[in-house]
């Protein structure tokens, strides 16, 4: 049986924010959430780059799933680097990415930065990404409990995005059930939702478009300083068979 993603998107500028530099891709084979960083306008420009690099596997049908999203996510970061070198004013921009592509051999997700990936199964919600920040190292040495680099004031120090340079993001092969449901979302829904409300949201919220629009509306009511985005995404049979 061919499984696809049945999938659903929401985005805010948020409360304090003049403009959104997240960016983010639902299709049938593929998801991402990026979420740009950078002066001026380069922060939306690295995260449409890269989302708009990711969109096209939509129509690549990759056999292996991990090795096509390596390969993307290299072109993107290459293309933020010629990007840069065509205008310098673009120095310094960067983006986070998380990303899950649907091929033949399951569903691999990538990741780089702090936007994250959860999975929802069987009433259960499972961080699927590491977060590549400083407070995560603080908490992976045992310096700061979890609950404690929620409120570090450092907390948005990110150590790893697409910028250009060098980079290391990491990947998973998970096999996806009919049923799953899959959450992408950018750090301005879970630095200010906890995993408790995430979770009670996919539990109530059967309806893909109105549980996305429930996530946001939780990260609004708890202030949302930061742009929100978050995909959902459920494994269903391919219709077609294909
Ligand atoms: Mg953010």
């Not at 084979?29 to 740009?36: K, L, M, P, R, T």
């Not at 995560?136 to 948005?156: K, M, T, Y």
């Not at 829904?189 to 009670?200: E, F, G, P, T, W």
Request: proline share 5%; with cysteine; aromatic share 4%.
């Amino acid at each position: 049986m061919n499984l696809i993603l049945r999938t659903a998107a929401a985005s805010d500028r948020g409360k304090t924010r003049e403009n959104n530099e997240d960016a983010f891709y639902a299709g049938p084979h593929v998801v991402a959430v990026a979420d740009g960083v950078g002066g001026g306008p380069s922060g939306e420009v690295a995260s449409a780059l890269v989302i708009r690099t990711l969109a096209a596997l939509e129509s690549a049908s990759p056999k292996e799933a991990t090795a096509a999203l390596r390969e993307a996510v290299a072109q993107a970061n290459q293309r933020i680097r010629a990007a840069i070198d065509r205008d310098p004013s673009l120095e310094g921009m960067a983006t986070t990415l998380t990303a899950m592509v649907v091929a033949e051999d399951g569903l691999a997700i990538g990741h780089i930065g702090d936007s994250r990936a959860y999975a929802w199964r069987g009433h259960t919600l499972t961080q699927l990404t590491r977060d590549d920040t400083y407070v995560q190292g603080l908490v992976d040495n045992g310096v700061i409990s979890a609950e404690e680099a929620r409120r570090h004031p450092q907390r948005s120090l990110v150590t790893q995005a697409i910028n250009g340079s060098e980079i290391a993001p990491t990947f998973a092969l998970v096999t996806p059930q009919p049923g799953d449901r899959f959450l992408l979302c950018s750090d301005g829904l879970s630095d200010y939702v906890d995993d408790h409300q995430i979770a009670a949201a996919l539990a109530n919220y059967p309806d893909l478009q109105r549980c996305a629009q429930q996530l946001i509306n939780l990260a609004l009511d708890a202030g949302a300083p930061d742009n929100v985005s978050v995909v959902l995404a459920d494994v269903v049979p391919d219709p077609s068979g294909g």
